[in-house]
């Protein structure tokens, strides 16, 4: 395995190296945001761990950087910020996992050991299909630029239809992402909320989004 190590702590930094090289890994180390983002661009790393005190951007910005630019690479935040709201906004900006500090090495090595066995794929902290945008963490939606408010369940609805476009998802699917077993009724409800969406995100624009698949279900489309 190849890592990228992102620690401003000189010390820290090279027991981490040695440490990992120990194991058998591959390591590279930097001790700021801006290498961390040309190293990260230019290599193919297995994962990063990446310390959220470093100096500009920090580490919370790296990660949303990354992401926003379409590396996926797992991400490790080392963080002497423990505060509950700290890991909400690293995990927001597409961290995979967080680790604070001060913390066991062997526990870093089996936290790494977990994210290298997961599959990498695209896990974008915001969604874009078209020119319709939606934020899970900030509850925001756009279209063409303007901001669409929606309800929760719509946005819900919404956030389900634009993490597989262009497939066709039953009515079924919907009501059981969607909708919790408290939920008794029947699968109408989903046509009360496309057309509740549609009336939000599609005809305000001029747009026809949302594909009626007559016997399946709907889709959106790319």
Sequence with gaps: MRYLVVEDEPKLARLLQVALQNQGHAVDTVDN???????????????????????????????????????????????????????????????????????????????????????????????????????????????????????????????LLMRQPGEVLSRAEMLEHAWDFAYDGDSNVVDVYIRYLRDKIDRPFGRESIETVWGVGYRLNP
């Design 33 to 159: 945001g801006g290498e961390a983002l040309w190293m990260a661009t230019e290599c193919n790393y297995d994962a990063i761990v990446l310390d959220v005190m470093i100096p500009p951007p920090d580490g919370f910005e790296v990660c949303r950087t990354l992401r926003d630019r379409g590396h996926w690479a797992p991400i490790l935040l080392l963080t002497a910020r423990d505060g509950i709201q700290d890991r909400v906004s690293g995990l927001d900006a597409g961290a995979d996992d967080y680790l604070p500090k001060p913390f066991s090495f062997d526990e870093l090595s089996a936290r790494l050991r977990a994210l290298t066995r997961r599959k990498v794929a695209e896990r974008p902290t915001r969604l874009q299909v078209g020119d319709l945008t939606l934020d899970p963490a900030t509850r925001q939606v756009t279209r063409a630029g303007t901001e669409v408010k929606l309800s929760p369940k719509g946005f819900s609805l919404l956030e």
